[in-house]
């Protein structure tokens, strides 16, 4: 008996031993993760991330992490951080790297010369690293009223387009509250922006539709959405109240959201853009996709 359980014993030890000799490497398991999550998702929304969310988080880590979500980009990223995207097979759907800041914009003649000396520069690396997206910003109004604005920032970034177009990289302008988080910016309505788009009359200037920012400024999102997507190249999304966690601690509910846009044919990205409160922070973004992913 006992020489018989021995025995037994043994052949379970090969057995194991076979089984170890034939096991991935860790490398190997995490691609099939990675893999796995990626084939999960349901491929109708473009999943990226703004990095300025996670800045404790080194882009090399996260950038693992990322992909392993099945995610495809990291966003708000200038050419430095480029190369690091590309190591990792990873877009960047709305790169960064032009300009002086939100509250120095195109609504103001006194920077056209500057702002069109660096998108001049910057364009031309973004087409050739790959992408097709730069983003740029209107400006507070400092008193200056809607329509003078507009004639202004349509008079800036009519310089511009001729670059834009040549490397077919299309500029696009951020609608940002100025209740809240930027007081005094001045495309803080999708009217206005539209409008801005209409004067500009070039394909290479569009608009970056902010949900958590037009909630606080206009609500009626999906709506809004659906009437105005031919003037619509980015998405980022955010939870309110208090741009964190997109799931039902806050008011807006994005399944219904992501299906709207996903329902007008929009092919371009969805860029998470919430501030984690949780400790997780992680955690917080793969529940953010999986509330997206429709």
Same mark, same amino acid.
């Given at each position: 008996?006992?020489?018989?359980?021995?025995?037994?014993?043994?052949?379970?030890?090969?057995?194991?031993?076979?089984?170890?000799?034939?096991?991935?490497?860790?490398?190997?398991?995490?691609?099939? &993760?990675?893999?796995?999550?990626?084939?999960?998702?349901?491929?109708?929304?473009?999943? =990226?991330?703004?990095?300025?969310?996670?800045?404790?988080?080194?882009?090399?880590? +996260?950038? *693992?992490?990322?992909?392993?979500?099945?995610?495809?980009?990291?966003?708000?990223?200038?050419?430095?951080?480029?190369?690091? @995207?590309?190591?990792?097979?990873?877009?960047?759907?709305?790169?960064?790297?032009?300009?002086?800041?939100?509250?120095?914009?195109?609504?103001?003649?006194?920077? #056209?010369?500057?702002?069109?000396?660096? +998108?001049?520069?910057?364009?031309?690396?973004?087409?050739?690293?790959?992408?097709?997206?730069?983003?740029? +910003?209107?400006?507070?109004?400092?008193?200056?009223?809607?329509?003078?604005? @507009?004639?202004?920032?349509?008079?800036?970034?009519?310089?511009?387009? =001729?670059?834009?177009?040549? #490397? *077919?990289?299309?500029?696009?302008?951020?609608?940002?509250?100025? *209740?809240?988080? #930027?007081?005094?910016?001045?495309?803080?309505? &999708?009217?206005?922006?539209?409008?801005?788009?209409?004067?500009?009359? =070039?394909?290479?200037?569009?608009?970056?539709?902010?949900?958590?920012?037009?909630?606080?400024?206009?609500?009626?999102?999906?709506?809004?959405?659906?009437?105005?997507?031919?003037?619509?190249?980015?998405?980022?999304?955010?939870?309110?109240?208090?741009?964190?966690?997109?799931?039902?601690?806050?008011?807006?509910?994005?399944?219904?959201?992501?299906?709207?846009?996903?329902?007008?044919?929009?092919?371009?990205?969805?860029?998470?853009?919430?501030?984690?409160?949780?400790?997780?922070?992680?955690?917080?973004?793969?529940?953010?996709?999986?509330?997206?992913?429709?």
């Amino acid at each position: 008996m006992a020489t018989s359980s021995r025995r037994s014993a043994l052949k379970k030890m090969a057995g194991t031993a076979a089984v170890f000799t034939t096991f991935p490497s860790l490398a190997q398991r995490m691609e099939a &993760t990675e893999q796995a999550l990626g084939a999960a998702l349901k491929g109708r929304i473009k999943h =990226s991330v703004c990095k300025w969310c996670y800045d404790k988080i080194p882009l090399d880590e +996260f950038c *693992k992490s990322v992909k392993a979500m099945g995610m495809h980009s990291v966003e708000l990223l200038g050419p430095d951080e480029w190369p690091v @995207l590309k190591k990792h097979g990873l877009y960047c759907a709305m790169p960064q790297g032009a300009g002086l800041g939100i509250e120095k914009g195109f609504n103001d003649p006194q920077y #056209h010369d500057q702002l069109v000396k660096s +998108f001049e520069e910057v364009i031309p690396k973004v087409a050739a690293a790959g992408y097709n997206t730069i983003i740029c +910003f209107s400006g507070n109004r400092n008193g200056m009223s809607d329509e003078q604005g @507009l004639e202004n920032a349509a008079t800036g970034l009519k310089r511009l387009m =001729s670059t834009a177009e040549k #490397h *077919k990289v299309t500029m696009v302008m951020e609608l940002l509250n100025s *209740k809240v988080n #930027h007081k005094d910016y001045m495309c803080d309505r &999708t009217t206005w922006g539209v409008e801005l788009c209409k004067r500009v009359g =070039s394909d290479r200037f569009r608009l970056l539709y902010d949900i958590y920012h037009m909630q606080i400024m206009e609500g009626d999102v999906i709506r809004t959405i659906k009437d105005n997507i031919q003037y619509i190249a980015h998405f980022h999304t955010g939870g309110v109240p208090g741009r964190n966690e997109i799931d039902n601690s806050q008011e807006l509910y994005y399944p219904a959201i992501m299906q709207a846009i996903a329902d007008t044919g929009y092919k371009g990205y969805v860029g998470q853009e919430f501030i984690p409160k949780r400790d997780d922070k992680l955690a917080s973004l793969k529940q953010g996709v999986q509330i997206c992913d429709v």
